[in-house]
């Protein structure tokens, strides 16, 4: 019977196997979810979309910032909309990245980074290289089918000029 015994521990080793990577998957699965329902947002902020915004946020949205004062979502949309309204600039870029997720029934948590620059002109009249990273952890609620943005918590915030940080808050 040494066939067998050998073969069921092979099973076992294939099954810890499965189950050592599955978790993995079911994470890039929950992350790539999130990541979507992101780019869908900046695609709407861009094209200053508030019907397709309003899909995405819930009604009752927050965001605390990094100071601690909270804000409506309608006030978020219109900071959004301010900026997303400013002239083209080709030197502009904003990427939001997903860096966790976790679903927990009808809620998820999503810990993410929006990285935001472009060329400005600064005080000195020269032209200066500016970046802001945002880190946040949002609440996604199920609502039907879909997920919707509830409430987000700004936990970082840096901001860099010509690669030189000058006001770093948070982590």
Do not use: C
């Amino acid at each position: 019977m040494p066939f067998p015994n050998r073969f069921n521990g092979f099973l076992a080793g294939v099954y810890a196997s499965v189950m050592l990577v599955t978790p993995v998957f079911a994470q890039a699965d929950t992350s790539a979810q999130f990541q979507a329902r992101y780019t869908e947002l900046r695609a709407a902020v861009e094209a200053h979309d508030t019907a397709a915004i309003g899909k995405i946020f819930a009604p009752d949205y927050q965001m605390t910032d990094i100071r601690g004062d909270n804000h409506t979502g309608a006030e978020v949309l219109e900071r959004m909309q301010k900026m997303a309204g400013r002239s083209a600039d080709p030197s502009r870029k904003v990427e939001t990245t997903v860096l966790a997720a976790m679903v927990s029934g009808d809620t998820a948590t999503v810990e993410q980074q929006l990285v935001g620059g472009g060329k400005r002109a600064g005080d000195d009249g020269a032209e200066h290289t500016m970046e802001l990273v945002v880190k946040s952890t949002d609440t996604w609620v199920k609502r039907g089918d879909g997920w919707v943005l509830s409430k987000s918590v700004q936990t970082g915030m840096t901001v860099k000029r010509d690669g030189e940080v000058f006001f770093q808050e948070g982590k």
